[in-house]
Nanobody, 117 residues
């Protein structure tokens, strides 16, 4: 079955960096668009960044210039490099795999990122 496993979360001070990874299995990774979402306590889940199978990326305004999404199709892995972290980046970060226009999508279990001030 399809599995998405996130890793790399943790506690970091404001201004610091973290790199999240999402390892995918059970799907043809290269055909899926990948995305990172986040959900802060008491708030709705929000889109952080997406990357197409060819590497085209999109970023939410709140993270533009600080976060970088990338993928390694040979390793079936998508990454989120997070720099200049702020306390408002504190959330559970989720990985998503989807094909535009299709209803099928897959989600990871999430990884906690906590940024202290």
């Amino acid at each position: 079955q399809v599995q998405l496993v996130e890793s790399g979360g943790g506690l970091v001070q404001a201004g610091g960096s973290l790199r999240l990874s999402c390892a995918a299995s059970g799907l043809t990774f290269g055909t899926y668009r990948m995305a990172w979402h986040r959900q802060a306590s008491g708030k709705e889940r929000e889109l952080v960044a997406t990357i197409s199978s060819s590497g085209s990326s999109y970023y939410a305004d709140s993270v533009k210039g600080r976060f970088t999404i990338s993928r390694d199709n040979a390793k079936n892995t998508v990454y989120l490099q997070m720099n200049s972290l702020k306390p408002e980046d504190t959330a559970v970060y989720y990985c998503q795999a989807y094909i535009r226009g299709w209803s099928t999508e897959y989600w990871g279990q999430g990884t906690q990122v906590t940024v202290s001030s």
